[in-house]
């Protein structure tokens, strides 16, 4: 099994920062993909955020600019880096990974971390 831990979250006034963090842990070959993507009340989950093992990234366009990606391949484990916050960007954030195990792959998912951004 593979297990998505999440960090980071809180509360935080317009304008600031937060760093989230999420580290893969258990048994797998590697990860190919890992990222975010958030879900606020009452709305659908969105891609926040994704980077490849490779260290390319895909934004969503809200968030161009503002948040920033990586990854340590060491460590598995992957941040978002978010700065500039807006009241609209309060969510629950989660982490995702296409993780490779017994040659095939599988997603998975965090359980969340609640991140709200007061105006």
């Known amino acids: 099994q593979v297990q998505l831990v999440e960090s980071g979250g809180g509360l935080v006034q317009a304008g600031g920062s937060l760093r989230l963090s999420c580290a893969a842990s258990?048994?797998?070959?590697?990860?190919?993909?890992m990222g975010w993507y958030r879900q606020a009340p009452g709305k659908q989950r969105e891609l926040v955020a994704l980077?490849?093992?490779?260290?390319?990234?895909n934004y969503a366009d809200s968030v161009k600019g503002l948040f920033t990606v990586s990854r340590d391949n060491a460590k598995n484990t992957v941040y978002l880096q978010m700065s500039s916050l807006k009241p609209e960007d309060t969510a629950v954030y989660y982490c995702?990974?296409?993780?490779?195990?017994?040659?095939?792959?599988?997603?998975?998912w965090g359980q969340g971390t609640q991140v709200t951004v007061s105006s």
């Open positions: 995702y990974a296409e993780v490779v195990r017994e040659l095939r792959t599988y997603a998975y």
């Open positions: 258990g048994s797998f070959f590697t990860i190919n993909v």
């Open positions: 980077i490849t093992k490779g260290g390319s990234t």
